[in-house]
């Protein structure tokens, strides 16, 4: 019951972000004014990661293949778009990840609208905790757990 409402509420805030940038509706794309708006893509992410976290829940109550492939591709996507921006970061690639979506009315944008790296570490975490969603350790704990938590506490380092 959590999982699903929470993963409804993170799919609804990328939905509106999403809406807000599309109808250029500032109040929909950052939390008051004068702070950095949220970036499309990572939007997009969150919505990959409610629908990601609401099939995993759904599958642990009833095992369907279909289900799992979407859910790996989706926990994929997660991953490798933080991992893209991430290593945007370092120096690794210049691939402007994060202006795949609505590029025009990123570039007038002050302060600059692009995913942060603290972020894009936060969903590389989430995408690898939805992956190993169904995988158990020894003593019973599962992986997953230690990557929502590193996910979670990721946030923190700043």
């Given at each position: 019951m959590?999982?699903?409402?929470?993963?409804?509420?993170?799919?609804?805030?990328g939905?509106?972000?999403?809406?807000?940038?599309?109808?250029?509706?500032?109040?929909?794309?950052?939390?008051?004014?004068?702070?950095?708006?949220?970036?499309p893509?990572?939007?997009?992410d969150?919505?990959?990661?409610?629908v990601?976290?609401?099939?995993?829940?759904r599958?642990?109550?009833?095992?369907s293949?279909?289900?799992?492939?979407?859910?790996?591709?989706?926990?994929?996507?997660?991953?490798?778009?933080?991992?893209?921006?991430?290593?945007?970061?370092?120096?690794?690639?210049d691939?402007?990840?994060?202006?795949?979506?609505?590029?025009?009315?990123?570039?007038?944008?002050?302060?600059p609208?692009?995913i942060?790296?603290?972020?894009?570490l936060?969903?590389?975490?989430?995408g690898l905790?939805?992956l190993?969603?169904?995988v158990?350790?020894c003593?019973?704990?599962?992986?997953h757990?230690?990557?929502?938590w590193?996910?979670?506490?990721?946030?923190?380092?700043v």
């Amino acid at each position: 019951m959590f999982s699903g409402l929470a993963s409804l509420t993170v799919v609804v805030i990328g939905i509106l972000v999403l809406f807000g940038w599309a109808l250029d509706l500032r109040f929909l794309t950052c939390l008051a004014p004068g702070c950095v708006a949220m970036n499309p893509m990572a939007a997009v992410d969150l919505v990959l990661s409610g629908v990601g976290l609401w099939l995993a829940a759904r599958r642990q109550k009833s095992a369907s293949a279909r289900g799992d492939a979407v859910g790996i591709i989706l926990a994929a996507a997660i991953a490798v778009l933080g991992a893209a921006r991430l290593a945007q970061y370092l120096g690794a690639f210049d691939f402007q990840v994060d202006q795949l979506l609505f590029a025009g009315k990123l570039r007038g944008i002050y302060p600059p609208c692009e995913i942060a790296p603290i972020t894009a570490l936060g969903f590389i975490f989430c995408g690898l905790a939805l992956l190993l969603f169904d995988v158990e350790a020894c003593r019973g704990f599962s992986q997953h757990k230690r990557s929502f938590w590193a996910s979670d506490y990721s946030h923190y380092l700043v």
